[in-house]
């Protein structure tokens, strides 16, 4: 799935442990209690921008819950260098998912709303 950031907040889409941070700050692997591995790619083609216009929130190791702000992104930027801020959430071993549904809902709120479900 994805979202379209519109106010340059990147907020966690699930509980979990901040597994990983790229070097260039575009990407966040989230790992929850169960044992999903969540990757949160921040924009298309954001790695060529080498960490420029991202601040993030937490570190390797934090522990976030659903809808806590990971990182923020300089909107002015991404517009400017016609980066488009759709930021997919993939589920990096969804292969070890079974009966994984998407909930779609256009408005979707952090934290608040669910848009995927599985079985672990």
């Known amino acids: 799935m994805a979202v379209i950031v519109t106010d340059g907040k990147v907020y966690a889409p699930a509980d979990g442990t901040i597994s990983m941070i790229a070097e260039t700050l575009h990407a966040y692997g989230i790992s929850t209690?169960?044992?999903?591995?969540?990757?949160?790619?921040?924009?298309?083609?954001t790695v060529e921008l080498n960490g420029e216009g991202f601040y993030p929130k937490v570190k390797e190791g934090d522990q976030v819950k659903a809808g806590q702000l990971i990182c923020e992104i300089d909107m002015k930027l991404m517009q400017e260098k016609g980066y488009p801020t759709h930021t997919?959430?993939?589920m990096t071993n969804g292969d070890e998912c079974a009966d994984v549904q998407l909930i779609p809902n256009e408005n979707a709120k952090a934290g608040n709303t669910t848009v995927i479900t599985y079985k672990k």
């Open 33 to 45: 209690a169960d044992g999903l591995e969540l990757l949160v790619h921040i924009g298309i083609n």
């Open 88 to 90: 997919p959430i993939l």
